[in-house]
T-cell receptor, first 116, second 117 residues
Framework: AQKVTQAQTEISVVEKEDVTLDCVYE???????LFWYKQPPSGELVFLIR??????QNEISGRYSWNFQKSTSSFNFTITASQVVDSAVYFC?????????????FGKGTLLTVNP | GAGVSQSPRYKVAKRGQDVALRCDPI?????LFWYQQALGQGPEFLTY????????KSGLPSDRFFAERPEGSVSTLKIQRTQQEDSAVYLC???????????????FGPGTRLTVT
């Protein structure tokens, strides 16, 4: 069975601080996919990134960066120079790739509040 | 282009009533998923369609929950004899699915917030 753990329930930072959101996953599959989604107060989940289990390269997109480490089963997300608009709930999710059903297993989310 | 749309956005039902929630996926998306999100929790998988075929309904919490996608596009999630524990946000997502072993990102609709009184 697959599982995603986001140990940080809430994080509060001041604007321009860097912040890292942790994600630890469990799966028996060798092929799997990891995702991050953002859920702003409006409620709609917004896709941020997908990584597959064969690609451990870290990725940077503007102020966002992701660190994927198979050795520790972690896929952490860092926001550099945070802004108030980054305030949202962030979800890490896992999809096992062995079959045709790519259902997502989500963590419980981390509520990030960026204060001005 | 248009994203995933869901209707109604809000639904209040009295306990025991039947409800139907609609999802319009992104045009051309083969895969369609329904998730249930309780307050303060992450979404939980309910069911999955590939075109009109319902390939996985393992997440449906009881036989009061039923989903269909008869023409491979619009989908309806129906809940019969609603109970208070059914109160949640119901999210629909769609994605491409191309070949084996390749998972595309899912695009989510705004959800339907169901309140059972």
């Amino acid at each position: 069975a697959q599982k995603v753990t986001q140990a940080q329930t809430e994080i509060s930072v001041v604007e321009k601080e860097d912040v890292t959101l942790d994600c630890v996953y469990e799966t028996r599959d060798t092929t799997y996919y990891l995702f991050w989604y953002k859920q702003p107060p409006s409620g709609e989940l917004v896709f941020l990134i997908r990584r597959n289990s064969f690609d451990e390269q870290n990725e940077i997109s503007g102020r966002y960066s992701w660190n994927f480490q198979k050795s520790t089963s972690s896929f952490n997300f860092t926001i550099t120079a945070s802004q108030v608009v980054d305030s949202a709930v962030y979800f890490c999710a896992l999809s096992e790739g062995g079959g045709s059903n790519y259902k997502l297993t989500f963590g419980k989310g981390t509520l990030l509040t960026v204060n001005p | 282009g248009a994203g995933v749309s869901q209707s109604p956005r809000y639904k209040v039902a009295k306990r025991g009533q039947d409800v139907a929630l609609r999802c319009d996926p992104i045009s051309g998306h083969v895969s369609l998923f329904w998730y249930q999100q309780a307050l303060g929790q992450g979404p939980e998988f309910l069911t999955y369609f590939q075109n009109e075929a319902q390939l996985d309904k393992s997440g449906l919490p009881s036989d009061r929950f039923f989903a269909e996608r008869p023409e491979g596009s619009v989908s309806t999630l129906k809940i019969q004899r609603t109970q208070q524990e059914d109160s949640a946000v119901y999210l629909c997502a769609s994605s491409w699915m191309k070949g084996q072993g390749l998972a595309y990102e899912q695009y989510f609709g705004p959800g339907t917030r169901l309140t059972v009184t």
